[in-house]
């Protein structure tokens, strides 16, 4: 193997840059050249692509977003994208590719891999819903936003004697709503995974109120069915019964922004780096992850079958410890 290719894919996230700066630096050292593809399969397919040495990898490990850039391409998925992006792979003398990114970029480089192409995967997701990973890279950062949050809008909910539905980013994932509830010490959390009727919030409300609680902090996954708006709506036209006036907080895309934490940026370096050794190796086709701080190799096939559960044993444990 003489060169290799680097992208990242779908939505973005911090430590994307210092993945790609351990995997480029990684090859080098393996006397490999590198290409960075730019946005992602849209990139590859369009064959768009940077030489990367040491020098262009400099100074991106403390920066949020990817400096390639991402894309959500759904041309792809198509028979005649993938072909594209081998002939592009092709012409360019690519012989092996490092995907970073979530479950849609995964399955992406699952169908090259289905096509005989060598590629390796890196999680990479706030969403922390990746098979074969303990965590992703950008979690960790997402996570410290969030509790950033949390704690700012507790001042002035205490302030007001308010209730605040803050809705966090996951998808289908309750993990970030979870994890964040949990270290911001709100006194509800409500996710995806847990059918939690809207009496049932309203009378969480109404006991924090009752307890004493000079405010009510409720974080919401974005994947909770009815949705935070419903939510809002039902406790709104009951908030004099309830004590708490009702307020909303959408977290959104600051979640995916910021510099990298220590953890992401080591996370990142460790599992870019593994990638490249992995495809010099010649293991190709699988996801590396961390699974109790070791790298773990799983075959894209499994990443991409078996869904990734929640634990909710922590989701008792935040129950007993919001009152
Ligand atoms: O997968 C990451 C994520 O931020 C999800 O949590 C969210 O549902 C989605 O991407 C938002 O996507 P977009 O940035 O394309 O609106």
């Known amino acids: 193997m003489k060169r290799i290719g680097v ?6 996230g911090p430590g994307l840059n210092p993945c790609i700066r351990a995997a ?6 393996y006397g490999l050249e590198v290409m960075g593809i730019e946005r992602g399969y849209a990139g590859l397919i369009g064959g768009e692509m940077i030489p990367l040495d040491a020098r262009s990898v400099g100074g991106v490990i403390g920066r949020g977003g990817t400096f390639l850039g991402t894309a959500r391409a ?3 998925k198509t028979p005649q994208g993938q072909r594209e992006a081998l002939r592009n792979l092709n012409r360019h003398g690519i012989e092996g590719l490092v995907v970073i990114g979530g479950n849609g970029s995964l399955s992406g480089a699952c169908a090259l891999h289905r096509l005989g192409f060598p590629v390796v995967g890196v999680p990479a997701t706030i969403d922390n819903d990746v098979v074969g990973t303990d965590i992703a890279i950008g979690v960790d950062t997402a996570l410290n936003t969030i509790l950033d949050a949390i704690d700012k809008i507790k001042d002035t909910a205490s302030s007001h004697q308010r209730a605040f539905l803050i809705e ?4 289908d994932s309750g993990y970030l709503a979870l994890m964040g509830g949990m270290a911001g010490g709100a006194e509800m959390v409500l996710i995806p995974e847990v059918e939690t009727p809207l009496e049932e919030v309203a009378q969480g409300l109404l006991d924090a109120y009752v307890r004493g609680k000079a405010h009510c902090i409720v974080v919401v996954a974005e994947g909770y069915k009815p949705g935070t708006q419903a939510v809002a709506a039902y406790l709104q036209e009951r908030q004099e019964e ?11 895309h600051i979640q995916r922004g910021g510099a990298p934490s220590a953890f992401d940026r080591i996370l990142a370096t460790r599992l870019g780096a593994a990638a490249v ?16 701080n070791q790298i773990v190799l799983t075959p894209l096939e499994d990443v991409l079958t078996r869904r990734k559960d929640l634990d909710l044993g922590l989701y008792e444990l935040g129950k007993i410890l919001e009152k």
């Open 7 to 12: 992208l990242t894919s779908g939505g973005d």
């Open 168 to 171: 966090t980013m996951g998808r």
């Open 74 to 76: 759904s041309e792809f």
């Open 277 to 292: 050794r992995e495809l010099q190796q010649g293991n190709h086709g699988h996801l590396v992850g961390l699974v109790g």
């Open 242 to 252: 309830l004590g708490f006036e009702v307020r909303v907080t959408v977290l959104g």
């Open 24 to 29: 480029t630096r990684m090859a080098l050292g």
